[in-house]
């Protein structure tokens, strides 16, 4: 008879670890999480700044891509201009799935201070967006901040994408549309 | 709150008067005799209609015809051999004209010369580009903006504004939100025209708030899941939450509370 028993649900001891597939795909997915290198105004700046060697973007697994082919995250930083904003939508349509978006700044988000003709007001009219991040311009440390809270949003979704519900585009008569 | 202003015609009519300002004035003065601007006078000619003396800068006014004749004895004459800003000002209102000018530079005696001319609406001025090559891009900024046109320039294209936009930006019957082409022009372009209804007329008000809309906003008292169907007066006695940041973390307050 056995002396103890052994509980096969705890790792205590045994070299296995019991998980589902769904949190083994988003583990994978979401610790790997290459953005776009995309600058589009000043908030670049900051992107930059958090890519670099004192903010150090690597150790979160997130490292920039030149192309869309390679990327999974597009970080809009900056002001989209209304001449710009059909690139920025090809750039996205060119990214594989699964994809994620951050609107960086408050230019990206709302359009900003720059409420004229020429600027695009909120990327979300043409992009869905994961996560919207506030500041003009948001420090590195807030635009990590924005990383991790898309890793928990990637966590918590489901591992197969068509599941997994773009943002709608809301409008004010309440029609929505899936623009993914 | 601030009292409420209807911003409709805001683009017509200026909001802010102030009762003290007084225009402020640039002191001209005439050109001496026997300066160096006298010899640059002489070199023109009579092309030159009017001219003064504005902050140590010569100040000349010329036809629109002579302004390809005008460039050429400045340069080649009288050395000024750079074109430092060249753009037009929107007086269509008041006279239906505008007002070019260009700012040239002699960097050999350290002189500046501003040269204006006035263009009626609709008619086209020379290009200076054979001379002056930073006017390829300045000539193109002012067709894009103010919709002056320029005759023999190599590239006449918009610079700044998409090749298909409608209007042009610096004209001051521009609204600054732009037209109704403006403000569906990246809808139309990636989605269609068709998408319009859709994705909804582009939001100006910073300040807006829709309570219908649970997706954006939360009442307090009025609290609500994230999504859900708006409901006219349901008050609610708990604060509903539930964003994985907001942990009010009842357990371990509880346990100071014991503690005490
Ligand atoms: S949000 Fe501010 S910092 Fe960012 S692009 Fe706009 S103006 Fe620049």
């Given at each position: 008879?056995?002396q103890?028993?052994?509980?096969?649900?705890s790792?205590?001891?045994?070299?296995?670890a019991?998980?589902?597939?769904?949190?083994l795909?988003?583990?994978?997915?979401?610790?790997?999480?290459?953005?776009l290198?995309?600058?589009?105004?000043?908030?670049?700046?900051?992107?930059?700044?958090?890519?670099?060697?004192?903010?150090?973007?690597?150790r979160?697994?997130?490292?920039?891509?030149?192309?869309?082919?390679?990327?999974?995250?597009?970080?809009?930083a900056?002001?989209?201009?209304?001449?710009?904003?059909?690139?920025?939508?090809?750039?996205?349509?060119?990214?594989?799935?699964?994809?994620?978006?951050?609107?960086?700044?408050?230019?990206?988000?709302?359009?900003?201070?720059?409420?004229?003709?020429?600027?695009?007001?909120?990327?979300?009219?043409?992009?869905?967006?994961?996560?919207?991040?506030?500041?003009?311009?948001?420090?590195?440390?807030?635009?990590?901040?924005?990383?991790?809270?898309?890793?928990?949003?990637?966590?918590?979704?489901?591992?197969?994408?068509?599941?997994?519900?773009?943002?709608?585009?809301?409008?004010?008569?309440?029609?929505?549309?899936?623009?993914? | 709150?601030?009292?409420?202003?209807?911003?409709?015609?805001?683009q017509?009519?200026?909001?802010?008067?102030?009762?003290?300002?007084?225009?402020?004035?640039?002191?001209?003065?005439?050109?001496?005799?026997?300066?160096?601007?006298?010899?640059?006078?002489?070199?023109?000619?009579?092309?030159v209609?009017?001219?003064?003396?504005?902050?140590?800068?010569?100040?000349?006014?010329?036809?629109?015809?002579?302004?390809f004749?005008?460039?050429?004895?400045?340069?080649?004459?009288?050395?000024?051999?750079?074109?430092?800003?060249?753009s037009?000002?929107?007086?269509?209102?008041?006279?239906?004209e505008?007002?070019l000018?260009w700012?040239?530079?002699?960097?050999?005696?350290?002189?500046?010369?501003?040269?204006?001319?006035?263009?009626?609406?609709?008619?086209?001025?020379?290009?200076?580009?054979?001379?002056f090559?930073?006017?390829?891009?300045?000539?193109?900024?002012?067709?894009?903006?103010?919709?002056?046109?320029?005759?023999?320039?190599?590239?006449?294209?918009?610079?700044?504004?998409?090749?298909?936009?409608?209007?042009?930006?610096?004209?001051?019957?521009?609204?600054?939100?732009?037209?109704?082409?403006?403000?569906?022009?990246?809808?139309?372009?990636?989605?269609g025209?068709?998408?319009?209804?859709?994705?909804?007329?582009?939001?100006?008000?910073?300040?807006?708030?829709?309570?219908?809309?649970?997706?954006?906003?939360?009442?307090?008292?009025?609290?609500?899941?994230?999504?859900?169907?708006?409901?006219?007066?349901?008050?609610?006695?708990?604060?509903?939450?539930?964003?994985?940041?907001?942990?009010?973390?009842?357990?371990?307050?509880?346990?100071?509370?014991?503690?005490?």
């Amino acid at each position: 008879m056995a002396q103890h028993q052994v509980n096969y649900a705890s790792s205590a001891g045994l070299p296995i670890a019991l998980t589902s597939v769904d949190k083994l795909v988003n583990w994978g997915r979401s610790n790997s999480l290459w953005p776009l290198t995309y600058g589009l105004a000043c908030c670049a700046i900051e992107m930059m700044a958090s890519g670099a060697s004192r903010y150090d973007f690597d150790r979160m697994g997130t490292i920039f891509r030149a192309s869309p082919r390679q990327a999974d995250v597009m970080i809009l930083a900056g002001t989209l201009s209304k001449k710009h904003s059909e690139f920025a939508r090809r750039l996205y349509d060119q990214m594989t799935e699964p994809k994620w978006v951050i609107s960086m700044g408050s230019c990206a988000n709302t359009g900003g201070m720059f409420n004229t003709y020429a600027t695009v007001q909120g990327v979300d009219r043409i992009i869905p967006v994961d996560i919207y991040l506030p500041g003009c311009a948001p420090r590195p440390e807030t635009l990590q901040y924005a990383m991790m809270m898309l890793q928990k949003k990637i966590r918590r979704e489901s591992a197969d994408m068509k599941k997994n519900t773009k943002q709608d585009l809301t409008t004010q008569t309440g029609k929505r549309a899936r623009l993914i | 709150m601030r009292k409420y202003i209807p911003k409709d015609n805001v683009q017509k009519k200026a909001y802010y008067t102030d009762r003290y300002h007084v225009v402020p004035t640039v002191p001209q003065s005439k050109v001496d005799e026997g300066s160096y601007f006298a010899g640059v006078l002489n070199a023109l000619g009579n092309t030159v209609t009017e001219s003064s003396v504005q902050l140590g800068q010569l100040v000349i006014h010329i036809a629109p015809e002579d302004n390809f004749k005008v460039m050429k004895t400045l340069k080649e004459t009288c050395g000024y051999t750079q074109c430092s800003e060249q753009s037009a000002v929107d007086y269509l209102a008041k006279d239906n004209e505008f007002e070019l000018f260009w700012q040239l530079l002699n960097v050999g005696v350290a002189k500046r010369v501003r040269v204006h001319c006035r263009l009626a609406n609709g008619a086209a001025i020379e290009s200076i580009e054979p001379l002056f090559k930073s006017a390829n891009f300045a000539e193109r900024e002012m067709f894009d903006m103010f919709g002056i046109k320029v005759n023999n320039h190599p590239f006449l294209k918009r610079i700044l504004m998409p090749d298909d936009w409608e209007g042009h930006p610096l004209l001051k019957t521009y609204p600054l939100h732009g037209d109704e082409f403006a403000s569906w022009y990246e809808v139309d372009k990636i989605f269609g025209k068709e998408y319009r209804d859709i994705i909804g007329p582009e939001n100006r008000d910073p300040a807006k708030i829709d309570i219908e809309d649970t997706k954006r906003f939360s009442r307090v008292g009025y609290e609500v899941p994230f999504g859900a169907e708006y409901n006219a007066e349901e008050e609610t006695d708990i604060e509903y939450s539930e964003t994985a940041l907001v942990n009010y973390n009842k357990k371990t307050s509880k346990q100071l509370d014991e503690r005490r």
